[in-house]
C-alpha cells in the first residue's frame, strides 16, 4: 500500500509488533506486552494521539536511557486505603497499570484505594486505567501530569502540562460512562497529528510566542520545544469570558495530586536536563482511585439508575440538526468494536516510523 494513504492494521499483529520492539532494547515480557497493549488500545478507540504513534518516543527513551527498560518499582508509603509508588523511571503503562489493580484491590478490600505514583514517564491515555475498575463493579479515577506546555490563564509562557484526567463508572443496559479529558483545550497529541498531516490548528487551541492565537501546527511544535514562548489554552480557552480560568484550576487540581502529592516534579519541572544538556529523567506523577459502589447502595440499584439518568439525557430535545446525544465513552465503545472488525487505521507518517523503527530493531511490521 503506498505511504501516502492511510492503512489498517490488525490490532493483534500491532500489538505483537510493540511488544516485539520492546524487548530488542531491554524490555521485560511483561512489561512490553501490557505498554503494547495499551498502546493499541488507546488507537483501537479511536484515540491515535496516545497510540502507537509514540513508540518511537519510548524507543529512543529507553536508548538515551531516561526511561529505565528493567526499573526498580518500590512501596515507598502504604496503608490499608493508599500508596505511592516510585516508578524507577520506567515505562509509565506498567506501573500505572499496577498501581490501578492496587487501589482496586485496596477498595475492594477497604471500599476504597488511593495510590499516587512519582519516577514516572508518560503513560498513554489516561481513560485505560480508570476504565480497569469497571469489571470490579467500582468508580474508578485515573490523572497524570505531563510537560510543560499549557498557558495559565492571562500568561504567554508554557507552565502546565496538559494534565488529563479520566472518571469510568458502570451502568447495566448501557454503556459504561467513561470521561476522558486534558484539562486544556486540546491533547498535544492532535497538535503534533495535525502536523504529521501537514494540516493547520484551529483558533483556540494554543497561542504563540506573541500571545496570538496559533494555527500552524508545524510551527507551534517548533515554539514548544525550543520553549520561546506561547503553548497551549486551557480548557475554556483564552482569558475568563469562557471558562478558560477553571480549565487553568483543574490543571492545578491534577499537579496536586499527582505531583505534590506523590513527590514527583511538578508540569514545569519535569523532563529536566543535566547542566551539560543531557536529558535525564522524567520524574511524572500519576494518581489513581477506585470506590467500591457497594460500599454506597447496593451495585444492581446504582447501574439501573446509571441507565435510566443515560437514557433522560439521551431523550433530551435534540439541537437543529443533531440526530444523536452522546455520553461519554460511547464514540470510543463504537470505534474499538469497529476497529477491531476491520484494524486499526494508521496514517502514513506514523506507518513509515513503524516500518522504520522494524528495521532498525529487525522486528517485522505489520504497517
Known sequence: MSNQIAQRV????????CMGVFQQVGVTDEDARLTADILVAADLRGIASHGVAHLRRYVDGLRAGTFAARPREKVLTETPVM????AGAGLGQPVSYRAMQKAIQKAGQTGVGFV???????????GYYAMLALPHDCIGLAMTNASRKVVPTFARNATLGTNPLAIAAPAGKQRPFVLDMATSAVALGKVEIAD???KPIPEGWGI????????????TLDEFKRNVGGGLLPL??????FGGHKGYGLAMMVEI????????AVSP???????EGKQLPANVGHFFGAWRIDSFRPIEEFKKAMDEYQQLLKNASKAKGQERIYIHGEKEYEAAERNMREGVLLNPTVAADLRALGEELQVECPA
Open 10 to 17: 490488525q490490532p493483534k499483529a500491532l500489538s505483537s509488533f
Open 83 to 86: 500508596a505511592t509508588i516510585d
Open 116 to 126: 499516587s505514583v512519582c519516577n514516572s514517564n508518560h503513560h498513554g491515555v489516561v
Open 196 to 198: 504529521q498531516l501537514g
Open 208 to 219: 504563540d510566542k506573541d500571545g496570538l492565537p496559533a494555527t500552524d501546527s508545524h510551527r
Open 236 to 241: 475554556g480557552g483564552a482569558g475568563e469570558l
Open 257 to 264: 495530586f499527582t505531583a505534590l502529592l506523590s513527590g514527583a
Open 269 to 275: 519541572l519535569t523532563y529536566p536536563k543535566s547542566p
